[in-house]
């Protein structure tokens, strides 16, 4: 069984600062894609970042960019120059694997609090 | 072009009522799925579906049954229903291969 574990319940940072919410995994799938969403509190899940395993490079979107460590299974956010608008709840996900990346397993949350 | 969309967004329900929770994307993709969200804790994969008549269980779905008669629709059915399943719901829907998953705007279910 697949798992994702976000040990940080709650984090908080100050506007235009830098924050790294932390994700662990656990699957026996060699090639396996991560994700990052953002849930703000209207509860819409919006994808902030993808990663693909078989990619050694790490992903940037713009201001978040992750740090992925395979062989550690570790997938850290990056959140750069932090915006109030950031603050929301970050799920970390794995998918299951096969062709379909929709059967995700989700870690259980990190809530971040954008202070200005 | 309206994406995934879930009806009700809001629903109260008596132990022991039924009720199907709505779903239809327009993007003509063959997968889709159905997770919960409990509260203060990540999605759970409730059932799947892989094309028109083809479904499968999940994580979690015991409480629930699904059909896919069209690529389309996927409803939620909920039998007998109890305060456990007191949460929000997601029908998410993709391309295969398509990196990407867009999700409905959830359904609130509680459940008295």
């Not at chain 1, 799938?29 to 509190?41: C, H, R």
């Not at chain 2, 063959?30 to 094309?51: E, H």
């Amino acid at each position: 069984a697949q798992t994702v574990t976000q040990s940080q319940p709650e984090m908080s940072v100050q506007e235009a600062e830098t924050v790294t919410l932390s994700c662990t995994y656990d699957t026996s799938e060699n090639n396996y894609y991560l994700f990052w969403y953002k849930q703000p509190p209207s509860r819409q899940m919006i994808l902030v970042i993808r990663q693909e395993a078989y990619k050694q490079q790490n992903a940037t979107e713009n201001r978040f960019s992750v740090n992925f460590q395979k062989a550690a299974k570790s997938f850290s956010l990056k959140i750069s120059d932090s915006q109030l608008g950031d603050t929301a709840m970050y799920f970390c996900a794995a998918n299951v694997g096969g062709t379909s990346y929709g059967k995700l397993t989700f870690g259980q949350g990190t809530i971040l609090t954008v202070h200005p | 072009n309206a994406g995934v969309t879930q009806t009700p967004k809001f629903r109260i329900l008596k132990i022991g009522q039924s009720m199907t929770l709505q779903c239809t994307q327009d993007m003509n993709h063959n997968y889709m799925y159905w997770y919960r969200q409990d509260p203060g804790m990540g999605l759970k994969l409730i059932y799947y579906s892989v094309g028109a008549g083809i479904t499968d269980k999940g994580e979690v779905p015991n409480g629930y049954n699904v059909s896919r008669s069209t690529t389309e629709d996927f409803p939620l059915r909920l039998e007998l229903a109890a305060p456990s399943q007191t949460s929000v719901y997601f029908c998410a829907s993709e391309v295969p291969r398509g990196n990407t998953i867009y999700f409905g705007e959830g359904s609130w279910l509680t459940v008295v």
